[in-house]
């Protein structure tokens, strides 16, 4: 593959831009590993890439870890981890993403979908349609030290649900892995990264620990951690931008009520 020569430049001695001071733990998002050659959303990056984007945290002097680690460290006062997250539970992180993390020593979270295993990301319109893991899939992602959290059963909006369907998507989903692996999860991802407060606080009477977001705005929280979507464009100065950008991320003021929503979904993160 070849050189990106603005990765070159951002990695010279004498002109090597720093992350910045981060108010928020750094969370990556990326979804299935892959050829993106037929990609209408933007959130599939090949294998190649992601070693290339592994290799530039690595020389930031940053790890790679699931989030309940990354928070479990932060608590702690323990710096130099970047969160590593891949939604919807595609069945080539087996294949394509997890001897990659392997290479570089790092670890991730995955958040999978109890309600569709074995299935297909029937939720996309314009396709293409990609498998999801089967049942022993995730158990094998599981034995493999990776964490497992819940992104819901189905994949659905949360916040257009009635209360017991959203009860549902969030403590049964947590209930199935659970069973799945031995060990119940602590990490909830929001479908759509969309949420508002009553999703929220369902998430956190469900039992889980943490719930990621894309971009919460006002319910910024430990139920609504912001991440930043990984693209297969993402490379030297890009990555490090996405960096500054997350360091410099406000909070607007508080609202009750808010219904904060991730990309539109013809396009963008999923």
Same mark, same amino acid.
């Given at each position: /593959?070849?050189?990106?020569?603005? =990765?070159?430049? =951002?990695?010279?001695?004498? #002109?090597?831009?720093?992350?910045? *001071?981060?108010?928020?733990?750094?969370?990556?998002?990326?979804?299935?590993? *892959?050829?993106?050659?037929?990609?209408? +959303?933007?959130?599939?990056? #090949?294998?190649?890439?992601?070693?290339?984007?592994?290799?530039?945290?690595?020389?930031?002097?940053? *790890?790679?870890?699931?989030?309940?680690?990354?928070? &479990?460290?932060? !608590?702690?006062?323990?710096?130099? %981890?970047?969160?590593?997250?891949? !939604?919807?539970? +595609?069945?080539?992180?087996?294949?394509?993403?997890?001897?990659?993390?392997?290479?570089?020593?790092? &670890? =991730?979270?995955?958040?999978?979908? $109890?309600?569709?295993?074995?299935?297909?990301?029937?939720?996309? $319109?314009?396709?293409?349609?990609?498998? %999801?893991?089967?049942?022993?899939?995730?158990?094998?992602?599981?034995?493999?030290? /990776?964490?497992?959290?819940?992104?819901?059963?189905?994949?659905?909006?949360? *916040?257009? %649900?009635?209360?017991?369907? %959203?009860?549902?998507?969030?403590?049964?989903?947590?209930?199935?892995?659970?069973?799945?692996?031995? #060990?119940?999860?602590?990490?909830?991802? +929001? $479908?759509?990264?969309?949420? !508002?407060?009553?999703?929220?606080?369902?998430?956190?009477?469900?039992?889980?620990g943490y719930a990621c977001a894309l971009a919460p705005g006002p319910l910024l929280s430990r139920f609504a951690l912001p991440r930043t979507?990984? #693209?297969?464009?993402? &490379? @030297?100065?890009?990555?490090?931008?996405?960096?500054?950008?997350? @360091?410099?991320?406000?909070?607007?003021?508080?609202?009750?009520?808010? &219904?904060?929503?991730? $990309?539109?979904?013809?396009?963008?993160?999923?």
């Amino acid at each position: /593959m070849a050189a990106d020569p603005s =990765a070159h430049r =951002a990695d010279a001695p004498s #002109s090597r831009p720093r992350p910045h *001071t981060r108010r928020q733990p750094w969370i990556l998002t990326y979804h299935s590993v *892959t050829d993106p050659g037929d990609d209408p +959303y933007g959130i599939t990056v #090949s294998p190649d890439r992601l070693d290339e984007q592994l290799s530039w945290l690595r020389s930031r002097r940053l *790890t790679g870890v699931g989030v309940s680690e990354l928070l &479990r460290a932060g !608590d702690a006062g323990r710096r130099g %981890l970047v969160g590593l997250t891949f !939604d919807d539970g +595609y069945a080539d992180f087996l294949d394509e993403a997890l001897p990659v993390l392997r290479r570089h020593g790092f &670890r =991730a979270t995955l958040f999978v979908l $109890p309600g569709r295993p074995g299935g297909v990301n029937a939720w996309d $319109p314009l396709g293409p349609r990609k498998p %999801l893991l089967t049942l022993d899939g995730v158990r094998r992602v599981a034995a493999a030290g /990776m964490e497992v959290g819940s992104h819901g059963l189905y994949h659905q909006d949360l *916040t257009e %649900l009635p209360d017991e369907e %959203l009860h549902r998507e969030t403590a049964r989903s947590r209930e199935l892995i659970g069973e799945l692996t031995g #060990s119940l999860p602590e990490g909830f991802c +929001y $479908p759509y990264g969309i949420l !508002d407060r009553r999703v929220s606080e369902a998430a956190r009477s469900a039992g889980y620990g943490y719930a990621c977001a894309l971009a919460p705005g006002p319910l910024l929280s430990r139920f609504a951690l912001p991440r930043t979507h990984i #693209s297969q464009a993402d &490379r @030297g100065v890009r990555l490090w931008a996405k960096d500054l950008r997350h @360091g410099l991320r406000q909070v607007a003021a508080p609202g009750a009520g808010t &219904r904060v929503a991730g $990309p539109a979904r013809t396009g963008g993160a999923r």
